[in-house]
């Protein structure tokens, strides 16, 4: 979308300019519930009940604002996230760290490998390096965008309040493929309660993203969460399935709801990341009802949680 066209729609969506000021941090004013009931009706089309909260979308809402521990910070933050992790599961599940600094000037490039990968370790996406031959490596913009990404509040964008309290910094991690060469899927379990319900698998994410879903016992799933889905393109079962799920359940255990990530190579099972509000609860699910399904899995914690609000 160019710049006039963002413009021309903002002019005519004026919610959805106010939600995009105030996920900048433009309107400080604007306190975490109301900003989260705008962004779900500007993102959903229908307006958020936290009162009786009925969809996965609408109870993750309800959990960012009043289910609040914090361990959830230790949790999201892919540095720390690593060894709380390796305590619950082993070390042999953790994909090896090459580095951590506060400032992208502190990389010794010389000192990485041909191959790694750098991201920040407090957002999604933003700052991410993904390099399969230091040789091409544009080093400057490398830096440029990974000062991007330290400067984002990612905590703004969704209200996801355990990001609001994570320490920036910058992780280089080995780079990874799997069985294809060319790609690292993910499997991202759904677990409510220490049970695994639903396996998400992203693939083709820099060629037209799609994403299938299975059930535990890697049935195909015909329904959508955001992206498409490929049924005339089925993902093997993973043969290091069963061990995806025992680790699953004991990362989730005790929390209402988790999404635990991992990758499968070389028959070896590695963690990926842990998820409390996947798509910041702002996520299509196709059909609707699906929603409600997934939704009636994630039961709330009963006397309202514990708030920090």
Known sequence: MSKAERLKYYMTHPASAVVRLAGTGCLPFIDDETYIKMQFKSRLGYAL???????????????????????YVTMVDKVTAKQWVAERIGQEHIIPTLGVWDDPDQIDFDALPDQF??????????????????????????K???????????????????????PRKILAEQYMVDESGTELKDYKVFNFDGEPKLIQVDFDRFAGHKRNL???????????????????RQIERPKGLETMLELAGKLSAGLPHLRTDFYCIDNRVYFGELTLYHGSGCEHFEPASFGIEVGDWLQLPSGGGTSLL
């Open 49 to 71: 009940d936290l009162e009786h909260p009925r969809t996965f979308n609408e109870k993750l809402q309800w959990l960012k604002l009043h289910d609040r521990k914090p361990e």
């Open 117 to 142: 990968v750098l991201k920040c370790n407090h957002n999604s996406g933003l700052g991410l390096c993904i390099c399969t031959d230091k040789s091409k490596l544009d080093i400057p913009k490398v």
């Open 144 to 166: 440029r965008e990974l000062r991007k990404g330290l400067r984002q509040d990612y905590y703004l964008t969704g209200r996801e309040w355990p990001y609001k309290n994570v």
């Open 214 to 232: 299975y059930t535990t016992d890697w049935e195909y799933v015909k329904a959508a969460i955001e992206f498409p889905t490929e049924p005339s």
